[in-house]
């Protein structure tokens, strides 16, 4: 299928650990977003990019977080010295344009599990 | 700022029967108004949309009317089945470009 892509699906990592998630967003996608979703809650916004240029990363919790998106394709967004409230699903979209009019094509997310 | 509001759950219906969510959001200017769903186990998927003022949207059943005078975009469907069983959650896209959800209602259907 042509839809977003995620990988690892699933990602345990011991605490100070560094990981790395993948997203490969729906091709020809300008707009590319990460979102983090705890259990039982509804996405929290983390970053944003427009081809590859970060607009927006007012949600990343702490400096640790770091996202990027190079050729304005695929995204990675990398946590550093993980730490167990990192502990959350981490869904990528990516949305065909830049209006505010058009949906965002969900991933099926990366579980994280800081142990 | 920007934020939604939505019904605290869990909601547990009967099949057949009637189905309202409802959402409520703040937000500065003119956003577009999203109802997305997530099956168990699966991602976010669009359920429908509404883009400007009294626009109505619908999809498998399932409406909602972006009413900017009470802030409001409620999901119903008038029979809900086991298939429908999953979490909603209500959404706003602004100029900034980012969404904004609100924190999900779980519905189950008992057949």
């Known amino acids: 299928g042509a839809g977003v892509s995620q990988s690892p699906r699933y990602k345990v990592a011991k605490r100070g650990q560094d990981v790395a998630l993948r997203c490969d967003p729906i091709s020809g996608h300008v707009s590319l977003f990460w979102y983090q979703q705890a259990l039982g809650q509804g996405p929290e916004f983390l970053t944003y990019f427009q081809n590859e240029a970060q607009l927006d990363k007012s949600g990343l919790p702490s400096d640790r977080f770091f996202a990027e998106r190079p050729e304005g394709s695929v995204s990675t967004l990398k946590i550093q010295r993980t730490q167990q409230e990192d502990s959350a699903v981490y869904l990528c979209?990516?949305?065909?344009?830049?209006?505010?009019?058009?949906?965002?094509?969900f991933g099926q997310g990366t579980r994280l599990t800081v142990v | 700022g920007n934020s939604v509001t939505q019904m605290e759950g869990p909601v547990t219906l009967s099949e057949e029967a009637f189905l309202t969510i409802n959402c409520t959001y703040t937000?500065?200017?003119?956003?577009?108004l999203f109802w997305y769903v997530q099956y168990p186990g699966e991602g976010l998927q669009l359920l429908l949309k509404?883009?400007?003022?009294?626009d109505k949207g619908s999809n498998k059943g399932f409406e909602a009317t972006y009413r900017k005078e009470t802030t409001s975009f409620h999901l119903e469907k008038g029979s809900v089945q086991v298939s429908d069983s999953a979490v909603y959650f209500c959404?706003?896209?602004?100029?900034?470009?980012?969404?904004?959800f609100g924190t999900g209602t779980s519905l189950t259907v008992i057949p």
């Open positions: 979209a990516s949305s065909p344009d830049l209006t505010g009019n058009t949906e965002a094509f």
């Open positions: 937000a500065t200017g003119y956003p577009s």
């Open positions: 509404a883009t400007k003022a009294d």
């Open positions: 959404a706003l896209r602004n100029t900034g470009n980012q969404f904004y």
